[in-house]
Structures are given as C-alpha cells and as structure tokens.
C-alpha cells in the first residue's frame, strides 16, 4: 500500500504563502494521479488540485484546479523524492481547512475529483484575516 504523510502547514494571515509537501512511501508505483483536497467542519471534502505521476498517462492536461483556487495554487511534484508540494499564494480566509494529500490508480480524466484511495493524515492551514 501507499503511505502518505502532508507536511508545510500553519498559521498564515491573509494574502500570505504557504508550501505543501506530501511524501508519499511504500508501493507508489501504483499511483497514477496525486491529489489535494480540504475539509471544514460541517462541509464535504472539497477536491483542490490534481497531477499526473505517470507519463505515459497523460491525456491533455497534466494538472487539474478547482475554480476557487485557479491561479492562486500550484501543484508540482518532485519524482526522485517521491514527493507532491501545494504552493499556496494569496491565502484566503476560507482557505482555512485541513488539507489531504490522496493518490489514485487508473485511467481517469485529470480533473474528476473521484477514485483516490490513498490519503494521508491531513495537515492544518490557518489563514486569520
């Protein structure tokens, strides 16, 4: 199975920046598609980027945004680490959330939020206005 374990977390007032890191161990090979998604309390686990891990399954795009953090948010990934960052600029308010890192196996389109069955632990983002 896939271990994966968020990190990069905190406290960041508004219009601030904060990095993301997922490592992700054990059989990663199995992952075609990484994946960050939040949560609040009281609301469903909203998906926030994706990207492709496999070449040779990319189908037109290789990374996917919601449209509420579109242009704000980059997702990249570092392959000789086996790891997925968030870089997160002009933070907002409402981006306060518990933010996961999840992986999924299969051909699926790069901006369905669905199939992940990886997920880590989650790490916490503050943003105070």
């Known amino acids: 199975q896939v271990q994966l374990v968020e990190s990069g977390g905190g406290l960041v007032q508004a219009g601030g920046s904060l990095r993301l890191s997922c490592a992700a161990s054990?059989?990663?090979?199995?992952?075609?598609?990484m994946g960050w998604f939040r949560q609040v309390p009281g609301k469903e686990r909203e998906f926030v980027a994706g990207?492709?891990?496999?070449?040779?399954?990319?189908?037109?795009?290789?990374?996917s945004y919601a449209d509420s953090v579109k242009g704000r948010f980059t997702i990249s990934r570092d392959d000789a680490k086996n790891t997925v960052f968030l870089q997160m600029n002009s933070l907002k308010p409402e981006d306060t959330a518990v933010y996961y890192c999840?992986?999924?196996?299969?051909?699926?389109?790069?901006?369905?939020?669905?199939?992940?069955?990886?997920w880590g632990q989650g790490t916490q983002v503050t943003v105070s206005s």
């Open positions: 999840a992986g999924r196996g299969g051909d699926y389109a790069i901006d369905y939020p669905g199939g992940y069955d990886y």
């Open positions: 054990g059989r990663t090979f199995s992952s075609d598609d």
């Open positions: 990207i492709r891990l496999r070449a040779i399954r990319w189908r037109g795009d290789v990374t």
